[in-house]
């Protein structure tokens, strides 16, 4: 590569490729030289789209993964099947556009995708010349370019039509764990719930079975001055693009770590407009304060944005990801950024946990994603005001760490179970029967609320003022009611935690109706959460953290899954229809990680009867 440089204050800067042996035979034959170090990816990224046209990528090496492994699926424009960083791990390539059977990508935003979601650094790959693929992909082609052909707003009726078939051609191509990733979205005046959502909504419920989608929350205008000048509040303006609003759905906006601009003086008097840790000025928000569900869920990755007071740059180089291009053969790489590129990085985080456990449900890896998410100090400073927090951060950036080894390791403890709409239960009639030989009893539905007991090992108490942080997430697939443009679920479910001064009995009538004593309310409060039960029930997946002294923690606390009347109940023959459920938690201390011998003591105890009315 021909070197590259830049003045600084007291140095010059040289960009060159060089081996080991040949840094010794510069070092001896010059002694002007400071510091060598590795370039910073960013600048590594910046210098490889400089030289990419002399780049050869024949010779690459792209092992497949294996058989086994599980998929992710990109309902886009199509892939480049044909590349070589690619079409090693492509395991299925087709096509619903109406006019056109042919699965190649001519838009290239599938395409660059596709090589966020295969690689965790593709420029890192591309100095490597080899990587191995840890799962697969496929990809069913949703459109040919935005705005054109069947993704014109005429066609957009078609749209959930459309998108049902993608996943069953998917599905069609052999059994697999798969992440389904869809950063198609369309502008959408009210967070409303729409035949497409409606449409993913069901995807996601599956029968029961659940299905993981990723879905973009949909880009802002950043082409606008004045969302960059008045970042990040304008922001809160920016609201979730169809098919966002799925309550079934892991929608995933953006924040930014991105904030080197490249050695040139041509960015002299630019500036990034987000800090490092802030939100991405590409992402959109959820309603403040909504009834709905938190959305996004989590953040991820998607770039950030130049500005010299006069023109707004989002494409500069060292501000977002090095990815695959569809042109291979001449420009095999390219860039790609926001709420699109951080989607692909999510289909690639529940890829990478089900592939740490392919026995996971998919309600599990979704929670897992949102169970190990934080917000960073920046988020807390930008928006102090936690409705604002939750609809533009949502739970925060997931920790691919914790989700993997939570997963792998079961270092924290994760329940996969079931609970029923209504369990019929034989009670007497309130008037004896007059006539002898008649049934004395009569069938009532009444729900169950299930209990898991969170023991704490004695370790944890040693010294009961230490501080721990403490994290239940609770996730699943609700049935949505496609009769009815007004959103409506057959069966909700909400959790509740026994609190630190409240004994079991005070806690069962706190949950539950039939314990209590009319006018009589003796019962303490719940841990003082960060979000709060009103905030984290109002979506498929709950999530909420507590921090403060372990000897709170003493006596293994309670935890109730409770069943919430829906519309299954107006079904006589869904009222006992079950519903999967995933209850992750984690204890965890400042330096020693996550509790290990909290997942081994895990058990369930006893449902307690509810009363329902049917």
């Not at 407009?273 to 304060?289: E, F």
């Not at 994603?369 to 930008?382: C, D, F, I, N, Y």
């Not at 303490?524 to 909420?544: P, Y």
């Amino acid at each position: 590569m021909p070197p590259q440089e830049f003045l600084a204050s007291e140095v010059i800067v040289f960009f060159v490729r060089l081996t080991l042996e040949e840094i010794a035979a510069l070092q001896q034959a010059v002694d002007c030289i400071f510091d060598v170090d590795l370039a910073e990816r960013e600048i590594r990224d910046w210098l490889l789209l400089e030289e990419q046209p002399a780049r050869d990528l024949r010779r690459f090496v792209l092992a497949p993964p294996p058989a086994e492994a599980p998929e992710v699926v990109l309902l886009d424009t199509g892939i480049a099947t044909g590349h070589p960083m690619l079409k090693s791990a492509i395991r299925a390539a087709m096509s619903v556009v109406p006019t056109d059977s042919s699965p190649e990508d001519t838009n290239g935003h599938g395409t660059k995708m596709a090589g966020v979601v295969l690689y965790e650094d593709v420029g890192g790959a591309v100095q490597n010349g080899k990587y191995v693929a840890p799962f697969w992909l496929q990809s069913v082609r949703l459109l040919t370019a935005p705005g054109v052909g069947s993704a014109s707003a005429t066609h957009r009726p078609f749209w959930p039509a459309m998108t049902v078939e993608a996943v069953r051609k998917a599905d069609d191509a052999g059994e697999a764990n798969r992440t389904f990733a869809l950063a198609v979205s369309a502008p959408n005046d009210s967070l409303d719930p729409t035949y497409w959502s409606h449409a993913v909504d069901q995807l996601a419920f599956n029968a029961g079975l659940g299905r993981l989608i990723c879905v973009s929350t949909g880009n802002a205008d950043t082409d606008r001055v004045q969302l960059l000048v008045d970042y990040p509040v304008m922001h809160l303006q920016q609201k979730l693009e169809d098919p966002a609003q799925a309550a079934n759905a892991l929608t995933i906006g953006a924040y930014t770590r991105r904030t080197k601009l490249p050695p040139e003086t041509i960015y002299r008097e630019c500036k990034v407009i987000a800090p490092a840790g802030g939100v991405s000025p590409h992402t959109k928000t959820g309603h403040i304060g909504a009834p709905g569900p938190i959305k996004p869920e989590i953040i991820l990755e998607g770039g950030n944005v130049g500005f010299d007071g006069v023109l707004p740059d989002s494409g500069i180089s060292t501000l977002v990801a090095l990815t695959t291009g569809k042109d291979y053969v001449r420009h095999p790489l390219a860039t790609i950024c926001q709420t699109s590129e951080a989607t692909a990085h999510g289909a690639h985080l529940g890829a990478r946990v089900w592939a740490a456990d392919a026995t996971l449900r998919p309600e599990s890896v979704r929670g897992l994603l949102v169970h190990g998410a934080s917000w960073t100090p920046e988020m807390r400073q930008q928006f102090e005001d936690l409705d604002e927090r939750l609809a533009v951060c949502g739970y925060g950036v997931p920790d691919p760490i914790l989700a993997t080894q939570c997963a792998q390791n079961r270092a924290t403890v994760i329940v996969e179970d079931r609970i029923a709409n209504a369990v019929p239960v034989d009670q007497p009639k309130r008037k004896p029967p007059k006539r002898k030989g008649t049934k004395t009893t009569e069938t009532k539905f009444r729900r169950h609320v299930k209990f898991f007991r969170l023991p704490v090992p004695e370790s944890l108490l040693d010294d009961p003022d230490d501080q721990v942080e403490l994290r239940v997430t609770l996730s699943y697939f609700a049935e949505p009611n496609t009769f009815r443009r007004r959103v409506s679920h057959g069966l909700d479910l909400k959790w509740d935690m026994q609190g630190p001064s409240e004994r079991e009995d005070q806690f069962f009538r706190r949950v539950n109706d039939l314990e209590r004593t009319p006018g009589v309310r003796d019962w303490a409060k719940s841990f003082r959460w960060d979000i709060g039960i009103l905030r984290r029930s109002r979506g498929t997946v709950q999530s909420d953290r507590w921090t403060g002294p372990a000897s709170m923690l003493a006596g293994g606390k309670l935890i109730a899954i409770i069943p919430v009347q829906g519309w299954w109940d107006r079904r006589r023959h869904l009222l006992t229809t079950e519903m999967p459920f995933s209850l992750i938690a984690t204890v965890q201390t400042q330096g020693t990680g996550i509790y290990n011998e909290i997942a081994a003591a895990v058990s369930a105890q006893l449902a307690v009867e509810v009363e329902v009315t049917t």
